[in-house]
């Protein structure tokens, strides 16, 4: 399955990350959600709804399968092989957090007195019980597999320690000292373990001849290291105090510190415990939100509370993200190879396994134990307890060295011999330079344009020309033609103006009328990934309506909300559609799909989600996430679930004693929610613009007071884009909300800004109807007025019909 996806060919050439492709060897190991020996990790697709099933819990002595103590729990609890986990809903309406989840949206509680199991959610603001975040098949009805809320949908997976630096008050990615050796296992990472690791192994032997010979009787991925590292937020808590016979373990040998987890690494090589990949995405793991007593040390009188971080860590949101980086450096995609053989590949058994000192307990590894031919019951639930509570060695997918990564360079070079290759813009901020591509409509407003990123091709089509999508104040529909950046351009893109606009008997107007005084809104449309279909609201009769792309038809109206639709938002996937009305309602709608195009929307929506007092502004959507997020007229922003249409969460942007209309909202691809508010300090008073940054779970991360009214939201990789009134472009940090560069200042107030498919420019709409074309990049000397580009079975000219061979010049007078 590895060779046929082509995954590790794109990592070698640098096409995905590090974090990426490690995610996509655990999926395709094997790894589940359903087992915590092998720990669940965040995938980028919905896994069909976990089976309810359950084995008795057995009772298990804290020792290690060679006799020796086992270095992560006292006296415990075997797992099931399967259980469900319900996490808390936190209204996040009082003073202080509730039961924080672990990178899992709320779906609600499970409600006791239900036959089904199904989640009773609490009125708003009521307390949420922390220990109801276990609920095995069994006790307490049956279960129903879609109340298993989980967002994002998740896949077991193991992750590497990549550094070994955790003192030094700054981290230097640069210096190849401060990384761990990714060649050895974990168990030897300290090389005096290894003379007493290979001691161990070759002195072993079993009397019966059932046991074969090991390095370590532990195991790097088990349940107890899950709840280990997660023991600050539900449902692992929960888990951890079931674990530990209903209380929580001794504080030393809980998961207090990131320097002194290291430190146990070094000191022992029983404790081989990888990490898991929390430790690259989520901080609020790291921090005890919900405040449980977790004790105190016994050297220190220390009390354990958030985990204590390296000095070069300012926050947890710092040691993620410098993390993360870590895992993406150059010495890291340099030896990450030899990592992945230890864990998937070749080095994980036979005589290459002996050789690197990575040999684990027999009943760890895939088919070892043929649990049907075991006759005996006893014997049988002892190996099953085995299995579940030393944890499994994933499925082993390569039997050769794994190849290396090329290195930034290589690639580069690489890259540069590829003429249809369209760098990141956000790889050259430096470089930025702004085009004049077109007057779609003279001092018309341009309220939408984009690129859909999903549009198909044939293999014959390969490397024609994209639909552009444009639509104006007043209706007006346009279809251009867009080829991204090409080495032989000088302007970086060609853009083909639809012929229609400029010819008033061929004009497509979406159908009228509109809302009185209020004309198109950006807000209120949305094309579907695959350029098929246009969505529209802010129509006078309520209704929300689907166009055909490129011809411009009408296909249907659909009336269901109960006054003016006034914001649309579509997922990144093509699933769901999410509308926003002014009678307080959103409503979620599924696409019809016939041989993999959109063609329309079903007729009733899958759910009405209701909560809000005002009219609705603006919304959001990710199925990957389980999110549907909604921001209102009164200041007020909801989060519900898709899937089952759940309330989880209400949020108060922070700052307003007169609170104004939320315009604007923006998911991340890993559940940030940004949002972009106002607010008055009185009545009469200047209105005052702000930006915040939220957490998966809810928690306010960052604010930024705005000195310009903002007009236009954009959120994309790790980068918010926003357009203003007072005509400049912002590009900043997703993580922190700082600027990543200076404004790009325009000529007039922006209206809409977007992202091409390739993140290699950015389509800024402007009030007067000119579209602007941001890309970045220094193109070799050519000829500007035409260029070759390769098709299918033929080298033909195209002529550059753009206006882009002008730079945008915005110092003129306005």
């Known amino acids: 399955m590895l060779r046929a996806s082509g995954l590790t060919q794109k990592w070698v050439q640098r096409e995905i990350s590090n974090f990426e492709y490690l995610m996509q060897l655990n999926t395709i190991a094997g790894r589940t959600y359903n087992d915590l020996s092998q720990y669940p990790v965040v995938r980028s697709c919905p896994l ?17 399968v060679d006799g020796g103590p086992s270095p992560e729990l006292g006296p415990r609890r075997v797992l099931p092989e399967t259980w469900f986990l319900f996490p808390a809903v936190p209204p996040h309406t009082q003073p202080h957090s509730p039961p924080l989840l672990a990178s899992v949206f709320p779906g609600g509680t499970p409600d006791p007195d239900s036959p089904s199991g199904s989640l009773a959610t609490p009125p708003r603001g009521a307390p949420s019980p922390v220990g109801s975040a276990l609920l095995p098949e069994g006790q307490g009805g049956q279960v129903d597999p879609q109340d298993s809320h989980v967002a994002p949908t998740r896949v077991g997976g193991q992750f590497p320690w990549v550094l070994q630096d955790y003192v030094s008050p700054t981290l230097d990615l640069s210096n190849p000292a401060v990384f761990r050796d990714l060649s050895k296992p974990i168990g030897v990472v300290n090389p005096k373990h290894a003379q007493l690791v290979r001691e161990k192994y070759e002195s072993f032997e079993d009397p019966a001849g059932t046991i074969d010979k090991f390095h370590y009787g532990t195991h790097y991925s088990n349940a107890a290291g899950v709840m280990h590292y997660l023991i600050r937020v539900e449902p692992f808590t929960s888990l951890h105090v079931q674990l530990q016979s209903g209380r929580f373990d001794c504080s030393d040998r809980q998961f207090h510190s990131v320097a002194a987890a290291w430190q146990a690494r070094l000191e022992s090589p029983a404790d081989v415990k990888e990490l898991i990949p929390e430790f690259f995405y989520f901080p609020d793991f790291l921090e005890n939100q919900n405040g449980f007593d977790l004790g105190c040390l016994q050297l220190t009188n220390e009390k354990v509370g958030d985990v204590v971080l390296p000095p070069w860590a300012s926050s947890p949101e ?41 040999v684990f307990y027999y009943c760890t590894y895939e088919g070892a134990v043929d649990l049907d031919q075991v006759a005996d019951e006893r014997e049988r639930k002892a190996l099953e307890g085995i299995i579940s509570n030393f944890g499994q060695t994933p499925c082993q997918l390569l039997k050769e060295p794994h ?34 591509a077109e007057v779609i409509s003279d001092d018309v407003p341009l309220v939408l344009a984009m690129v859909p990123h999903q549009q198909p091709h044939s293999f014959i089509t390969q490397g024609s020309p994209d639909l552009l999508v444009t639509v104006s104040a007043n ?3 346009g279809t251009h033609n867009w ?21 008033p008997k061929m004009q497509r107007l979406l159908s009228g009328p509109w809302v009185p005084g209020s004309g198109v809104s950006g807000q209120a449309l949305a094309v579907a990934p695959d350029g098929r279909l246009l969505f529209s609201g802010g129509h006078w009769d309520g209704s929300l309506r689907v166009t055909a792309l490129p011809r411009g038809k009408l296909l249907n109206q659909l009336r269901r909300h109960l006054d003016v639709v006034t914001c649309l938002a579509l997922d990144t996937c093509g699933i769901y559609l999410i509308s926003g009305s002014r009678d307080t309602t959103c409503m979620v709608w599924r696409l019809l799909q016939q041989g993999g195009l959109s063609v329309g929307l079903a007729s009733k929506p899958v759910q009405v989600l209701y909560g809000h007092e005002a009219a609705v502004s603006c919304v959001a959507i990710s199925t990957e996430l389980d999110m549907a997020v909604s921001g209102s007229e009164d200041g007020t922003v909801i989060i ?41 300090e009185r009545l009469g008073a200047q209105v005052t613009y702000s930006l915040h940054l939220y957490s998966v779970n809810g928690r306010l991360r960052a604010s930024l007071t705005l000195g310009e009214q903002p007009t236009a939201l954009k959120v994309t990789e790790d980068f918010v884009l926003l357009g203003t009134a007072q005509c400049a472009l912002h590009i900043l940090h997703l993580n922190k909300l700082l600027p990543a560069v200076p404004p790009l200042p325009m000529k007039v107030p922006i209206r809409s800004v977007a992202v091409t498919k390739e993140r290699s420019h950015v389509l800024v709409g402007l009030e007067d109807g000119k579209l602007i074309v941001v890309g970045a990049g220094q193109p070799s000397e050519v000829r500007s007025s035409q260029f070759a580009r390769k098709l299918w079975r033929s080298s033909r000219r195209i002529s550059q019909v753009s206006s882009g061979e002008t730079e945008y010049n915005p110092g003129e007078a306005r």
């Open 403 to 436: 190849p290396s990564r090329l290195s930034a360079e290589e690639a580069a070079q690489r890259l540069a011999r590829v003429d249809t290759n369209s760098p990141s813009i956000f790889q050259h901020l430096n470089q930025l330079k702004a085009f004049f």
């Open 483 to 503: 080829l991204p950046y090409d080495r032989n351009i000088s302007n970086y893109f060609s853009f083909s103006k639809d012929p229609t606009i400029g010819n």
């Open 640 to 680: 519900h679930t898709v899937r089952r249409g759940h309330f989880v969460a209400t949020l108060r942007p922070p700052g307003a004693t007169l609170p104004g209309p939320v315009a604007h909202l923006a998911l991340g691809s890993e559940g940030q929610i940004v949002v972009q508010s106002s607010a008055r």
């Open 475 to 477: 209706g007006m529909l």
């Open 48 to 64: 069909p709804p976990p089976h309810p099933a359950g084995l008795p819990a057995l009772l298990h002595p804290s020792v290690g």
């Open 318 to 358: 710092d040691f993620i993200q410098q993390h993360r980086r870590a895992l993406e450096s150059e010495y890291v995609s340099a030896h990450l190879h030899e990592w992945i053989d230890l864990i998937f590949g070749y080095k994980q058994r036979g005589p290459a396994a002996e050789e690197a000192l990575n």
